[in-house]
């Protein structure tokens, strides 16, 4: 089975983890903790970033920062993973949903603003499947009514928008290192900024809200949300490499695109002008003028040993969050994406025949 997502591991993060176990710096003191969220923050042109256990917790702990709780609201786009309307939930805060817009599959700015109550506080833009957000549009309606911006960045390591990279953008960044993410250390997530206020109670809270001068006074009630030194010692090994796997992403991308560019009834992944896509997942839409539906198709694929994911749900439409408004938009993409195999190790030959797949069941059942 070709498989959607796989690490590449192959760099220096064996010795890495090794030197972990060498030294027994195992848990969450030792150099790599410093040295990875270095590396990240200098990546993404921010002063600050703290690592955390997850993506999940990092949008949470970027969320109980910016002081929101119950009784707010938060804007988050309704096509993505579901952990950016439950970030939303842990904190008590209700997250309202915003539909996406058809051409780049991001959250669409233009409806933010009606969206707008007394109680809104922040906005939390994904860059969805590796393509950024329209950022200057979103933060031209947030600056208007003093909302807080986090940008989920957990699918958009390495991505630009406007030559800025992703996971700098807005007022707090956060990433995801889960197994499938650009890169990885197995379980684990980052908050950046520019705030040294923020930067410095992310860093108290992420540690059970220790004083710095006095060992287990804690003020206020905070979490275990530290990362360990062996997962940022792979996280650190992958960052070195990440050039070379945007690369590979890209050339993918551009395999597929070349491929099946014309067959009836597939979309391709868009790339904006103004946006530099690092293709998380290559992904297609399937229209009517395609004779199998999305879901046959994927069975289809399946059958000759090729994985792949549906698009998320709508997070309107799951049980926890289902609501009376219809996003019409984001419903659409939701029924009609695929999500390919993505891993950078596939092989041209492996890219040449998912696409002869998926041309040949275009043409046969037609
Ligand atoms: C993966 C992901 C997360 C959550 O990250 P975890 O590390 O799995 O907690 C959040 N938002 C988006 C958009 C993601 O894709």
């Known amino acids: 089975m070709i498989p959607v997502a796989e690490p590449d591991l192959s ?24 040295a990875f969220e270095e590396a990240m923050a200098a990546r993404c042109g921010r002063r600050y970033a703290v690592s955390v256990c997850n993506g999940t917790a990092a949008l949470h702990l970027a969320l109980v920062v910016l002081g929101i709780g119950p009784g707010d609201e938060v804007i988050v786009p309704s096509l993505t993973f579901v952990a950016t309307a439950n970030a939303v939930r842990y904190t008590g805060a209700t997250p309202v949903f915003v539909d996406a817009e058809p051409r780049y599959w991001q959250l669409d700015p ?40 986090i940008e989920d960045a957990a ?28 890169i990885t250390t197995g379980e684990g997530g980052m908050i950046l900024t520019d705030d040294p206020q923020w930067y410095e109670r992310a860093r108290f809270l992420r540690d059970h809200a220790m004083s710095a001068t006095e060992r287990y006074y804690h003020p206020e009630i905070g979490f275990n949300y530290r990362l360990t030194n062996i997962q940022a010692a792979l996280g650190l090994a992958q960052v070195e490499r990440i050039d ?26 868009p790339e904006a002008e103004w946006a530099f896509n690092v293709y998380w997942m290559y992904s297609i839409l399937v ?75 275009g043409a046969k059942a037609g």
């Not at 064996?14 to 176990?21: G, Q």
Request: glycine letters at 10%; hydrophobic letters at 35%.
């Open 11 to 34: 760099g220096n993060e064996l010795k890495y983890v090794s030197e972990c176990v060498e030294t027994e710096w195992v848990s969450s003191l030792g150099k790599y903790v410093g």
């Open 110 to 149: 233009e409806r933010l603003e009606t969206l707008i109550t007394p109680r809104t506080k922040a906005v939390i833009p994904v860059d969805l499947y590796g393509h950024p957000v329209d950022m200057d549009a979103v933060e031209k309606v947030a600056r208007r009514y003093g909302l807080a911006i």
């Open 155 to 182: 699918e958009a390591h390495g991505a630009r928008y406007k030559g800025r990279p992703c996971g700098g953008l807005g007022d707090m960044s956060c990433f995801s290192f889960y197994g499938n993410k650009v």
């Open 244 to 269: 070379e796997f945007i690369a590979g992403k890209r050339r993918h991308a551009q395999q597929y695109a070349a491929r099946l560019s014309g067959v009836p009834g597939i979309t391709l992944a």
């Open 287 to 361: 229209g009517e003028a395609y004779p199998l539906t999305r879901d046959e198709l994927m069975a289809a694929l399946r059958q000759r040993g090729i994985d792949t994911r549906p698009f998320f749900r709508a997070i309107h439409t799951l049980p926890p969050y289902v609501g009376d408004h219809a996003l019409p938009v984001a419903e659409d993409l939701a029924a009609r994406g695929i999500n390919l195999p993505s891993a950078t190790k596939l092989t041209d030959e492996q890219i040449d025949y998912i696409c002869d797949q998926i041309i040949e069941l």
